[in-house]
């Protein structure tokens, strides 16, 4: 709180000190035996993509050997991560899913 001519209090806002936190891209890769369709329900339960929007990712990285598949904080991509390749080696496909710093 400063005070002004007036004896009256200005509040003035300090330049704020918090920093957003790093973010964190998921990435997937492409692989020769994964199927398409597991990997487009992936997209739709793990990163909320709609049926279209999963299809092109999927189809972008079957193409272009990676693609991401969202950006989040730290913690929630490696944990999306993790949960992606459990959810492949319980059904039994090689799926690569990697969180790595975004930029
Ligand atoms: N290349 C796989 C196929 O032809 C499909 C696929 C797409 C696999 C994306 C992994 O991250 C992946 N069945």
């Given at each position: 709180?400063?005070?002004d001519?007036?004896?009256?209090?200005?509040?003035?806002?300090?330049?704020?000190?918090?920093?957003p936190?790093?973010?964190?891209?998921?990435?997937?890769?492409?692989?020769?035996?994964?199927?398409?369709?597991?990997?487009?329900?992936?997209?739709?339960?793990?990163?909320?993509?709609?049926?279209?929007?999963?299809?092109?990712?999927?189809?972008?990285?079957?193409?272009?050997?990676?693609?991401?598949?969202?950006?989040?904080?730290?913690?929630?991509?490696?944990?999306?991560?993790?949960?992606?390749?459990?959810?492949?080696?319980?059904?039994?496909?090689?799926?690569?899913?990697?969180?790595?710093?975004?930029?």
């Amino acid at each position: 709180p400063q005070h002004d001519e007036g004896g009256g209090v200005v509040l003035e806002r300090a330049p704020s000190r918090v920093q957003p936190p790093p973010m964190y891209q998921v990435v997937m890769l492409n692989d020769d035996y994964t199927p398409m369709e597991f990997v487009v329900v992936v997209l739709q339960e793990f990163f909320g993509k709609d049926q279209a929007t999963a299809t092109q990712i999927m189809q972008k990285i079957h193409f272009e050997g990676k693609g991401i598949c969202g950006v989040y904080s730290r913690d929630v991509a490696t944990t999306k991560a993790a949960q992606v390749q459990d959810a492949a080696r319980q059904a039994g496909h090689p799926l690569q899913c990697v969180a790595e710093p975004a930029g």
